[in-house]
């Protein structure tokens, strides 16, 4: 059996022996009965959050609702940082700036969960089409336990100091929007943070269970959009052609080879050619084939030998079928690795077992999908990006045993068991940042 799922099973029943929901025992006696007293207005807000989704710099009426109820706990609001962001700062006297950021936006997938508070929106796109909206990525989670943290930590400023920073983040799921923000004065016009902190549902890990993963974490993601050049004819007379469909068979096949056989196996790369336009009907061959990849990786090395390699197989491919001209190979730099700091991501681990529990702070493997958390990082912020757990353990463990995934993010059918998730969230974000503060000790 595969060494994750062992671990896993473990997990598994650790979970269920310690008890599903999240425990925060380690916490101040004060901030656990906080927390329970609150968590019926929380969890009505993420009920509001789920059936109000908003796309990608459109999060107009959701960072409305954050900034007021931030605002109502004595934050420092600013609208429309990078567009539509949040940002609030609660100053508590000397000491470090801490930032916890949460995601605002959702996506363009219709529900179908049949949860009760289930998302009916739709809206128009960039381009004028009529489409479905839902947090298919657990945003509305974070949202609602970034809100419930926010109110922790004002109620308990007795036990930490220093400066908070709230930041409500537009176009996570367009990977734009840390940029905008940062473009837009984050670490100019507010506090640069000593740390910044993000928490991610988990579809891997049972619910309220913290994962951590230190170094590089999330991949960085590029577009690699391919034209191959051919010429055109008859389909009953190939011979007078030169068939960009064939090359473009070849080049896909070729590219696999750039991972299987080019590049160390330690050093994760994902090459996906996700769409593939190319002729009109069966009986005539095209003069021209459009390719687009995604290219995934996660160290800068890697990335730069992945990109060339691509270009030198496509342009061989090109020139063994004699095409009239060169292929055009245009590459969109995406998004960055996400790369949690070692040592924070240590102390962290340390507080959460102290707080929650060691059988609920677990290392997982990293992932290649990606995560624009990794600006604040680049931006010279030491950063740690946490997952939070968000399924059923039982429903986790038939899903092992049976081998039958189970939806996760960007599924239509993604529905986290939001209160243990919601509770284990703000007890990880609340516990870290009152030992990032200069606070309790667990």
Known sequence: MHRYS???????????????????AGLPPAITEQLSAMYPDVESFYFYLHKNPEL??????????????????????????????VVAILRNGPGPTAMLRTEMDALPVQEKTGLSFASTVVTKNAAGETIPVMHAC???????????????????????HGTLMLVGQPAEEIVQGSAAMLKDGLFTRFPKPDYALSVHDEST????????????????????TITIFGQGGHGAAPHDTIDPIVIAARIIMALQTVVSRENNPMDPVVI?????????????????????????????????????AIAREVKG????????KEPL??????VDAVYNDPELTGRMVKTLRAAMGPQEVVEMPAKMTSEDFANYGLAGVKAVLLHIGAVAPARLEAAMKSGVPLPGPHSPQWA????????AAITAETSVLLDLLGGSKF
């Open 205 to 224: 890990l049972p619910s309220g269970q913290v994962g951590y993963h230190a170094g590089y974490f999330r991949a960085a993601a590029d577009t690699v």
């Open 138 to 160: 657990g945003h509305d989670i974070h949202m609602s336990a970034w809100y419930g943290t926010a109110k922790l930590m004002a109620d308990n400023r007795a036990l930490w």
């Open 6 to 24: 062992v671990l896993l099973r473990i997990l598994l029943l650790s979970t269920a022996v310690f008890g599903c929901e999240a425990n925060s």
């Open 56 to 85: 990608a710099f459109n999060e107009y009426l959701t960072a409305n609702k954050l900034a007021e109820r931030v605002k109502a706990l004595g934050y420092e609001v600013t609208t429309g940082v990078g567009g539509t962001g």
């Open 329 to 334: 190979i245009e590459v969109r730099r995406g």
């Open 272 to 308: 996906t050619v996700g769409s593939i336009h190319g002729g009109t009907q069966a009986n005539i061959i095209p003069d021209q084939v459009k390719l687009q990849l995604t290219v995934r990786t996660f160290k800068e090395s890697v990335r730069d030998r992945v990109h060339s």
């Open 317 to 324: 491919e090109a020139l063994a079928a004699n095409a009239p």
């Open 416 to 423: 986290p068991e939001y209160k243990p998730t919601i509770k």
